[in-house]
């Protein structure tokens, strides 16, 4: 298992301004921007690959400010945010680091 906490951080600029979610309505979150990748990406046919985001994102969406992922489930979120072309090389960036400093802990 790996523990993914902070979820509710807000996501900021390098000049410390709060980044907005794509509805521009409310703050993004790493639980909005991982559940945002994993709902734009970009599943090959017959892969399995959209219900695996499906029940991640789910189970993303359910959690409060931490949340437990097999090791499979952590590696699958890893590839959505790598593969994603949906943010700005700041967002991109937060996303990595979060889950790569997870990754070596």
Known sequence: MIVIKGLDTKLLTLSGIQIADLTGQAPMTFKSAFITCLEMMKP????????KAIDIGIKIQKAKDSIDLETAEFDFLLKAINTSSVFTAIVQGQLEKKLEELKVA
Do not use: I
């Not at 090959?44 to 219900?51: A, E, F, M, R, Y």
């Open 44 to 51: 090959n046919p017959g892969s399995g690959d959209g219900l």
